[in-house]
Nanobody, 116 residues
Framework: QVQLVESGGGLVQSGGSLRLSCAAS????????IGWFRQAPGKEREGVSS????????YYIDSVKGRFTISRDNAKKMVYLQMISLKPEDTAVYYC?????????WGQGTQVTVSE
């Protein structure tokens, strides 16, 4: 049974930092592209960052470039999202997703709240 569990969210002041973790089980992590998504109240879920299974290449949306860093440790079956210089507009529930061809698995999400 595949399971993704996010952790590391919380309340932080503007300009602060958090590191989100995504712990995977039940799958061979290095075969999956991992993405971090977020959903703010009243808004659609958006992709924030991803890291490929093939060559570890990364992608970031413009609004987080230079502030967020995605990484993975396949041996530990962990994926991380280091977030610095956080802004109130980063407030959302953050989800990790593992994708391989037609297989997609989601975690339950972790709340990130950035205060002014």
């Amino acid at each position: 049974q595949v399971q993704l569990v996010e952790s590391g969210g919380g309340l932080v002041q503007s300009g602060g930092s958090l590191r989100l973790s995504c712990a995977a089980s039940g799958l061979t992590l290095d075969m999956y592209t991992i993405g971090w998504f977020r959903q703010a109240p009243g808004k659609e879920r958006e992709g924030v960052s991803s890291i490929s299974s093939s060559d570890g290449s990364t992608y970031y949306i413009d609004s987080v470039k230079g502030r967020f860093t995605i990484s993975r440790d396949n041996a530990k079956k962990m994926v991380y999202l280091q977030m610095i210089s956080l802004k109130p507009e980063d407030t959302a529930v953050y989800y990790c997703k593992a994708a391989q061809l037609t297989r997609n698995y989601w975690g339950q999400g972790t709340q990130v709240t950035v205060s002014e």
